[in-house]
T-cell receptor, first 114, second 114 residues
Framework: AQSVTQPDIHITVSEGASLELRCNYS??????LFWYVQSPGQGLQLLLK??????LVQGIKGFEAEFKRSQSSFNLRKPSVHWSDAAEYFC????????????FGKGTRLSVIA | DAGITQSPRHKVTETGTPVTLRCHQT?????MYWYRQDPGHGLRLIHY???????DKGEVSDGYSVSRSKTEDFLLTLESATSSQTSVYFC?????????????FGSGTRLTVV
């Protein structure tokens, strides 16, 4: 069965430090890959997505993600974290054929300290 | 942002009562989804729709039913609410998932069953 794993439940980083959030998936083929962010009390906002081409994807708010087929990973990175980045981050995947719904990871909560 | 609204935003109801949540979109998107979000579980799919009167079950569909009589509205009904259905419910829409489009989410409905 297809699955998405975000190994880190909670991460704390200092403002200005770099960030990497991990995401691994279990699929038979390369799926579509997404990262979403959820601020407290809000819905989910799409940060970036990958479905083909360049394996390094740029998103909004200065985030990027790199697809690594050999590791079945799609890790999210940001070179310098701002206090406003504190939120919950979700990785999601879907098969790249048909219309099967997105499957979400359980999320990683990011805290930012001064 | 895509026009998607959920109502009500908050609801408290008693165990055993029926509850209907509404998702309304103004984007004429074909696909609509209902997810629930619970701590430690991320987002889990309840039901989804791929057109008027076309719906299918997700991984946590027991105790829920849906209806879609118009493109713009997707209703989620808890037939007899239980405390385990206390959650935050999100609706999402997309026009054509197999183009790699992400989903656009509503702001959520916080439901408390007492």
């Amino acid at each position: 069965a297809q699955s998405v794993t975000q190994p880190d439940i909670h991460i704390t980083v200092s403002e200005g430090a770099s960030l990497e959030l991990r995401c691994n998936y279990s699929y038979g083929a390369t799926p579509y890959l997404f990262w979403y962010v959820q601020s407290p009390g809000q819905g989910l906002q799409l940060l970036l997505k990958y479905f083909s081409g360049d394996t390094l994807v740029q998103g909004i708010k200065g985030f990027e993600a790199e697809f690594k087929r050999s590791q079945s990973s799609f890790n999210l990175r940001k070179p310098s974290v701002h206090w406003s980045d504190a939120a919950e981050y979700f990785c999601a995947v879907a098969l790249n054929s048909g219309n099967t719904p997105l499957v979400f990871g359980k999320g990683t909560r990011l805290s930012v300290i001064a | 942002d895509a026009g998607i609204t959920q109502s009500p935003r908050h609801k408290v109801t008693e165990t055993g009562t029926p509850v209907t949540l509404r998702c309304h979109q103004t984007e004429n998107h074909r696909y609509m989804y209902w997810y629930r979000q619970d701590p430690g579980h991320g987002l889990r799919l309840i039901h989804y729709s791929y057109g008027v009167k076309d719906t299918d079950k997700g991984e946590v569909s027991d105790g829920y039913s849906v209806s879609r009589s118009k493109t713009e509205d997707f209703l989620l009904t808890l037939e007899s609410a239980t405390s385990s259905q206390t959650s935050v419910y999100f609706c999402a829409i997309t026009q054509a998932r197999d183009r790699g489009d992400g989903y656009t989410f509503g702001s959520g409905t916080r439901l408390t069953v007492v």
